[in-house]
């Protein structure tokens, strides 16, 4: 039953404009689920999380101003290379989606597909990133942020083992 989800939604996207909150969306196989929200999405920030999408979401999130957070898990999709291609680095966040997939050769192994996609070299990602970190938050860049950017450099230069305990966003 998708109502009591649609409904509980609305209400979080109701509070995200109403205080000026972004808001993530987690939205596995939801294309046609989110159809009834971008018209109440405007003037929100918003990352869709985990993206495993269409072109056609992209497109839609990108639109409306959204951002898109690429798991290793969408490197086994399909589509994985159009989206990748389409995605402007400006929209686009990494993340490891731990404890499942935090391994940093996991998140080395998604940035190095999509450099070569992109056609740029992988060390210019992590400034890429640290660039826009905050962005979707109306906020400058925290020490934890700082702390991402930096572990990220380890994990691109040297395949470091380093753990991460949860999910993050880089």
Partial sequence: ELEPQKSVFAIHVELASELSRPIIIHAVKADEWL???????????????????????????????????????????????????????????????????????????????????????????????????GIPYDSVPSQAEIIFKESLDIILKSGSQYKFKESIYL
Wanted: with cysteine.
């Fill in 35 to 133: 159809q009834d929200f971008w018209n109440r999405l405007k003037n929100i920030k918003f990352v869709i999380h985990s993206f495993s999408g269409s072109i056609e979401l992209l497109k839609q999130t990108l639109k409306k101003g959204g951002y898109v957070s690429f798991s290793p898990s969408i490197i086994r999709k399909n589509n994985f290379a159009e989206l990748a291609k389409y995605v402007p680095t400006s929209s686009l966040m990494l993340e490891s989606d731990g404890p499942y997939q935090g391994e940093p050769e996991n998140i080395r192994h998604l940035a190095e597909k999509i450099a070569n996609y992109k056609n740029i070299k992988i060390e210019e990602l992590p400034q890429m990133f640290y660039n826009k970190c």
